[in-house]
Each structure stands twice: as C-alpha cells, then as structure tokens.
C-alpha cells in the first residue's frame, strides 16, 4: 500500500510539474471559458440559439451553459492526450524497467489512472470556482449525484480512449495526430463552443454520436436543471453510446496494448 | 570476499526473437562477490541473456537459477534480489533525483529516509544533483544515476547492461569507480560491454559471446595468456616487398601485416624482433616511427576467435 502511495505521489509531482499538460489540462479550458463566457454574455444569446428549451424555462445564463461544457471539454482532453507520456513511457523503456522490480507495471498504471481522475477532480472544481467568481453562475445541487456519475463515466470513458490512442499507435507522432484530430472534431462538434442549432444537419449528426457530446448532452441538464430532461439524444441513447466507446476502447486496447 | 559459490547459474539458454535465434545454447555460472563481464559485439546475445535473467523474456528453453530460485516460476523473488539498469532508460525526466531513488527503492518494498536517499546519492557522486530533476542531468550523470536507482534497495545482485555506452572517456571512469564500489560491498555484479577495456579493468572473469554462444570463459589474464606469448609490435615505416620478405623470415615472428606503411607483427620475441626489424630499416635507409609493443589483449582473444574486431 506504501508503495503504491508513493507510485500515485511521484505521477502526481510529474504530472504537475509538466508545463505543457498543466496548461492545456488545467489552465487553457479556464482561460476558454472566461473567454467565451465573456463574449456571449455580451448578448450573443448563445443559449438562445441552443435549439433546446433551457433558455424558455426560464432564461439560464450562457457561463451556466458552458460550465458543464467546459467540464466535458477538459475531461476530454485530459483523457485523450495521456495518450503521448503513455507512448513516451513505452518508447523509454519505462514501463520495461518497472517490470524488471518486483511490482506489476499494472499496478503502476493503475496509479496512473487514479492521478488521472485526481485530475479531474481539480479541472471540476476549477471550472465550478471560476464560473461562480467569475460570473456567478452555480450547478444546481439538487443533481449532485447525476453529475457525480456523468463526471465520472466520461473521465473513465474518456482515459479508456487516451489509452485505445497509445495502444494502437506505432508512434508518438501517430497519437498525436489522432488525440489533435480528436480533441478538435470534440470541441467543435460537441455544442459547447459553437452553437449545435447553426450546423448542417449532417454535422449535427455526426456531433451526435461522438462521445464529447454524449457527455455534455447528459451532463449539461444535470447540472443546470438537476435532472436529465432536454437532452438531443435519448439520455439513455447518451449512456449507452458512452458505454459502447468504452467497451470498444477497452477491448481494442487491451489487444494491442503493449509494455514496450 | 571471492569464494566460488554460485550465486547465478544459467545452462543451456536458448531465445529466439521471432524467426531471429538471438541466443543459442548459452551457459555459465557466476560466483558470489565477483565481477562478471560479457563482452561481445552489439547483437551477440548480450542483451537477450540479461533480459532472461532480469524477467523481461522468457527464454525457448534452458534454466537461469539465481540463489537457487527459478528465474522464471520465481521471478517476483529473483527480481527482488537483483538490482538492473537497462540499457537507454529514460527516467521520468520531471522527478529529482531523490524523488526519483525513493519510487525506485518503493518498487521493491524499500522505504528510505531522505537521509538515506542522500547517502546513496553521495555514493555515486550525486548529492549535489539531489534536488535536480532528471531532465537537466548531463549524460553521465544520468547513467550515475541509473546505477544509484539499481542499488537503491541494497541488493546483492547487480545487474548492468552496458552501463558506460556512449559515455565520455573521464564519464565512464567515473562509473567504473562507482561498480568498484558496488563490489567492495560485497555486491555480485554482472555487466555487459563491448569494450574490452572495461572488461579487463572491471571483471574478475568475463564470458566473450558473438553470434549467440559463448565463445571463451575465464580471467582476462587466462584468456590472453591462451594466446601464447605472441606480442604485437606495430611501427609506421615505409617497406618494399624484399624489405617484408625479411621481416617475415625473422626469429619469432608469426604473422606480419602491411597496408599503407603500418606494418605490424606477431611474434613471441619483441625485442630481438625489434632490433632485427630496426637493422632492416636502416639499411634501407628508412626510419621507424610510432613503434608500439602490445601485450595480448581481450581484443586479440576475439580477433582471434572470430576474425573479426568486437566494433567491426
């Protein structure tokens, strides 16, 4: 237990200690939110052209509306884009030198992934401090449990898929280029920046079965409303499609997942 | 601290990467407290059979004992006598160095203080680095370090895969002396090398592998001593054929090669050969320069054997 204490310890240190992941894990979704809270509650209106009923029962502040957005969006991100130090660990022999020690490389991934969800953890409540100082917007507590599950189904769908990423690319530069295409479709394509309502109808579509919108869809009326009532999708349709990413990931990655 | 009891004992090792049979037929035993070397070309098998003995493969057949314990069904507890470094390990480049000495030592159910994570830096000559994160060490100081990650949980087995490739000349010297101090603790050490140097310098017997096999086992000195009393004297001179004929008739002399003025003989007689060689010279009105007389050395054993240099 000790040891895996000091495992969860030093990926954390490492972890935060890396400019390039804090920023683009910690700091650039707060910065996107300020921003784009900023911009459409200068009366873009953003939630009014969302196509759903949020703003007609009862006129919701559009930072309300991107908070769970920003949420899902950093939650994304920090899953897909592990995807590169799990290929920089495999290239550098990393994980070839824990197996030489006694302690199962599981183990050591397994503290992986609980320093991943630590992470989200503090993406959550960074976005949830900045959305009620910056622009005094709050979830609804009533839900609380329903974004407990949905935070926690997409960070667990979400580093299942960063681990598919570096399970089937040969090269860091292959993950790269797949975690970079991605992560945009996702931040396009999710309705959180960009109006879903203004899209071609095929767009709209394909947003719909990508998994950064599942979970927004889910997520969004949990926080804002506290249950799950004006989603796109069927809610269920949303889970189920999350849980098919997941279980595909999964398999796929554990076939080709290798150690070195 | 020699004695002769067998600590690892590898026999009939064979691996196969793929179709590629890297190993083939490898055995050797390795005795408590002694430094032992395996030198040999890269690809001979050097790496495949540490990796064998570290866990990292699992051999097509043959056995490795380590203290009696079956590398293979008992790996967990073999792994937890030995301490190894691989070869070009990156560390995670934003822990420090004694972050990065407590994780290591922890993989092995070793908890150190900081005051003892600190004494272990001082060993290898790393306690002002201490506070350095992996990233901003030099080249040396990182393989220092690797040693230092090796030992961190006091095992009585080392295990070194080339541990001074691509180093500089006063860099690998320093890890030597870190290995000689390795020893001096009673430490079994086992490193590969293709240079011999490092080989006669560190070990007190070393196995030469090419090709899958191990050609030669024994003491450095036993090894060359193998090769007779021939001497390798080499000179720069510039020699007509009438010239070479003479010098291949001398006393002593065994084999004489001469490419583009560096002429070079094998005889068991270096001083008379010189001498001889020296009154060709002058009377053909040519000098000698660059004259060198070499004892045999691990190189010669390998040459020997394969007819190939060990970094052809």
């Known amino acids: ?260 | 601290m020699q004695n002769n009891k067998t600590v690892i004992r590898i026999q009939d090792l064979y691996v196969s990467y793929g179709e590629v049979k890297a190993v083939k037929g490898v055995s050797f035993e390795i005795y408590e407290g002694e430094c032992f070397g395996l030198l040999g070309p890269n690809g001979a098998g050097k790496t495949t059979t540490l990796s064998c003995l570290e866990g990292l493969k699992k051999p097509d057949s043959g056995t490795i004992m380590v203290e009696g314990l079956d590398a293979v069904s008992d790996s967990v507890k073999v792994k937890q006598m030995m301490g190894v470094q691989l070869q070009d390990t990156t560390l995670f480049p934003d822990l420090t160095c004694t972050e990065l000495v407590e994780l290591y030592a922890s993989f092995y159910n070793v908890f150190l203080s900081r005051k003892q994570i600190i004494a272990y830096l001082e060993q290898f000559d790393l306690q002002e680095k201490a506070r350095s994160r992996a990233k901003e060490l030099s080249g040396g100081q990182r393989q220092r370090l690797a040693l230092a990650l090796a030992v961190a949980h006091d095992p009585r087995i080392v295990v070194l895969d080339e541990p001074t490739t691509g180093l500089d000349p006063q860099a690998r010297r320093s890890i030597w002396e870190s290995i000689r101090h390795m020893r001096s603790e009673g430490r079994t050490v086992i490193l590969t090398t293709h240079y011999m140097e490092e080989a006669e310098t560190l070990c007190r017997r070393v196995g030469i592998i090419d090709h899958g096999k191990i050609l030669a086992l024994d003491t450095p000195h036993a090894l060359t001593s193998a090769l007779g009393e021939a001497s390798t004297l080499s000179a720069d001179v510039e020699l007509e054929d009438e010239h070479l004929e003479k010098v291949k008739a001398l006393q002593g002399v065994s084999s004489v090669s001469y490419t583009e003025g560096q002429l070079e003989i094998q005889t068991t007689q270096s001083q008379q050969t010189l001498a001889d060689l020296q009154m060709i010279a002058v009377s053909a009105g040519r000098s000698l320069r660059n004259v060198n007389i070499r004892q045999p050395n691990l190189e010669d054993v390998f040459l020997s054997m394969t007819g190939r240099k060990i970094r052809d």
């Open chain 1, 1 to 260: 237990m000790k040891r895996f204490y000091i495992s969860l310890k030093m990926i954390f240190l490492s972890a935060i200690r890396n400019r390039t992941s804090t920023f683009f894990n910690l700091i650039f979704p707060m910065l996107l939110f300020l921003f784009f809270g900023y911009i459409y509650g200068k009366g873009g209106g953003y939630a009014n052209v969302t196509g759903t009923s949020f703003t007609q029962s009862g006129g919701i502040s559009e930072a309300l509306w991107l908070l769970p957005g920003i949420i899902s969006i950093s939650i994304a991100s920090n899953g897909i884009f592990n995807s590169i130090p799990m290929i920089t660990l495999r290239e550098g022999g990393v994980f070839r030198r824990i197996q030489a020690t006694p302690m199962p490389v599981s183990q050591y991934l397994l503290a992986r992934i609980v320093i991943q969800l630590v992470i989200v953890v503090i993406q959550v409540v960074l976005a949830i401090i900045i959305g009620a100082i910056a622009f005094n917007v709050h979830p609804a507590g009533s839900g609380w449990y329903l974004d407990v599950a949905f935070i926690l189904v997409g960070a667990i769908v979400f580093i299942t898929i960063g681990q598919f990423i570096a399970a089937i690319s040969p090269r860091i530069e292959t993950a790269n280029i797949i975690s970079q295409f991605l992560n945009l479709a996702l931040v396009f394509l999710s309705n959180i920046y960009i109006p879903f309502a203004i899209m071609p109808d095929v767009i709209q579509q394909i947003g719909r079965a990508l998994p950064g919108l599942l979970m927004v869809d889910v997520l969004r009326p949990a926080m804002i409303l506290g249950n799950v009532s004006q989603t796109l999708n069927n809610p269920l349709v949303d889970l189920a499609g999350l849980g098919l990413y997941f279980i595909v990931a999964l398999v796929i990655s554990a076939r080709f997942f290798r150690w070195s």
